[in-house]
């Protein structure tokens, strides 16, 4: 086959028009995968959970890598000083002293206040002094990861003698010393506020780094902060798990977020039947009991990780009218579902909710 000259220009022209595109899409299709595939670490273990971390920015593998680790490392040393299993830390100290003052660290001191404003902000709902209390049933860790223990139902008197030692208006601090005192008999559990200060360790690394423009971290599912935004100004889509659903993975909802810190707490985290009854980890202190408030799954979105981690626990015992109370006081959004299948939504969530789970009647409350 012979082809004229113009014919000849024609076809090589459409070769550097497909050669061309090619190159396009080769530099442009690697370029967009780079930016869009974020760095992601997982299957490290702290706060008796695991953690997870998604990193986009303009960072190399080899420095994201290192951000995730810094940020590894932060969560590691707060748990050093928070975790009341180990007898060297903050925690562990206090709990051993026997009313004597103990010095904290300036982040587990800040913490330890934190907890104890939920406390008076809730109007004792999140007590962090609960810890005798969820040891008698059995859903302190140590127990929850030995196969042997059952989860059981406490006599009925030890409930009442152990419910004495619950009351944070004991726990005195000072300021100048960074000192901490409990109450005769008393020890202190800031588990209620581990995975949400974790999650504000480790954004608080990302924030540092200009070369990360979005980084995620979760903390055992329940907890989650969020720096930034992802690849092209677009939200993060986190699922909230379905507090009747048949596990992780069976989702009610999802809410678009950005830049901020979400927790949740759910009766179905922790949990046994006996008959007809069924009993979770999230105690009444006025009680002693598992909460019965109505409420069975609370999510709470604000800028502050501990903060969210503890306002969740503390509307699961409060129940939905306290509980929207405590919320707007403390400028935090929620999601809770209650035991009819009803959902109350906060404005500020409003934009970014999409229903999974069409059996739950969506009410938006103030
Ligand atoms: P997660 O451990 O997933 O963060 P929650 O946020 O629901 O779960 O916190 C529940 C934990 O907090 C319980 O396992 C218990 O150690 C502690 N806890 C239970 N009830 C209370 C309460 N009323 N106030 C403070 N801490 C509580
Ligand atoms: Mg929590």
């Known amino acids: 086959m012979k082809f004229s000259v113009k014919e000849k220009m024609v076809i090589a022209a459409s070769g550097f028009i497909v050669i061309g595109l090619i190159a396009y899409y080769v530099v442009n299709g690697i370029g967009i995968k780079m930016e869009r595939t974020p760095h992601e670490t997982s299957g490290l273990f702290a706060m008796g959970s695991v953690i997870s971390q998604k990193l986009y920015g303009s960072h190399s593998e080899v420095e994201m890598d290192a951000v995730a680790n810094e940020a590894f490392t932060a969560v590691k040393e707060l748990e050093g000083l928070i975790s009341w299993q180990s007898e060297s830390s903050d925690i562990g100290r206090l709990n051993k002293a026997e009313g004597e003052a103990v010095s904290f660290n300036k982040k587990s001191y800040e913490l330890l206040k934190q907890n104890l404003a939920v406390a008076r902000k809730s109007s004792g709902a999140f007590d962090p002094t609960i810890l005798p209390v969820v040891k008698l049933w059995g859903f302190d860790p140590p127990h929850a990861q030995d196969s042997s223990f059952s989860y059981h139902v406490p006599k009925i008197d030890d409930i009442h003698s152990t419910l004495a030692l619950v009351d944070y208006h004991k726990v005195i601090t000072d300021d100048a010393a960074q000192a ?5 008999g008393q020890s202190i559990d800031l588990g209620g506020s581990g995975k949400g200060a974790a999650c504000d360790a480790a954004v608080e690394v990302y924030r540092k780094n200009a070369g990360i423009s979005g980084g995620m971290i979760v903390v055992g599912g329940s907890s989650i902060g969020l720096m930034g935004e ?14 009747r659903g048949t596990g992780a993975g069976d989702n009610l909802a999802i809410i678009q977020l950005k830049n901020c810190f979400v927790s949740t707490s759910g009766d179905y985290e922790k ?30 979105v604000c800028s502050n990780g501990a903060l969210s981690d503890m306002l969740s626990t503390a509307c699961v015992v409060l129940g939905k009218d306290a509980a929207l109370e405590l ?40």
């Open 180 to 184: 901490v005192r409990l109450g005769a």
């Open 230 to 243: 992802k690849p092209e100004g677009k939200s993060w889509d986190i699922a909230i798990r379905d507090p």
């Open 271 to 300: 949990f046994f039947a006996e008959g007809s009854d069924y009993y979770h980890h999230i105690i009444n202190p006025r009680t002693g009991w598992p909460s019965k408030s109505g409420i069975i799954s609370a999510t709470v």
């Open 327 to 366: 919320l707007k006081e403390a400028a935090a959004e929620a999601v809770l579902a209650d035991d009819a299948k009803n959902l109350y939504i906060t404005q500020g969530l409003k934009s970014g909710f999409s229903l999974i789970n069409e059996s739950y009647t969506i009410n938006y409350v103030q």
